[in-house]
């Protein structure tokens, strides 16, 4: 059975940071890709960043390039994400997901991921 379980939110101030972690039990992940996603009250679930698994290929959305950083540890089968400068406009639950993908491959449009957890909120206070 898949389980995937995020961790790392919480309340922080503008202009802070806060690192997210997942893990994803059942799933072998090499050949997979892994993103991070969020959705603030009343808006689309929209997605921050992915990185492939294997090849290690990363991609952000624009709204976080710069500021965030993607990263995974192989050993443990654990994907992070570092948000650093942290915006009110950052708030919003905070997703980990996972699809199979080709080697190299990754993309922050949420269809076809079909391994989510079950979030972990982050609020950024102004």
């Known amino acids: 059975q898949v389980q995937v379980v995020e961790s790392g939110g919480g309340l922080v101030q503008a202009g802070g940071s806060l690192r997210l972690s997942c893990t994803a039990s059942?799933?072998?992940?090499?050949?997979?890709?892994l993103g991070w996603f969020r959705q603030a009250p009343g808006k689309e679930r929209e997605g921050v960043s992915c990185?492939?698994?294997?090849?290690?290929?990363?991609y952000y959305a624009t709204s976080v390039k710069g500021r965030f950083t993607i990263s995974r540890d192989r050993v443990n089968n654990t994907l992070y994400l570092q948000m650093n400068s942290l915006k009110p406009e950052d708030t919003a639950m905070y997703y980990c997901?996972?699809?199979?993908?080709?080697?190299?491959?990754?993309?922050?449009?949420?269809?076809?991921?079909?391994?989510w957890g079950q979030g972990t909120q982050v609020t950024v206070s102004s």
């Open positions: 997901a996972a699809v199979l993908a080709p080697y190299g491959y990754c993309s922050i449009s949420r269809g076809g991921y079909n391994y």
């Open positions: 990185i492939n698994w294997s090849a290690g290929r990363e």
């Open positions: 059942g799933l072998t992940l090499d050949g997979y890709a």
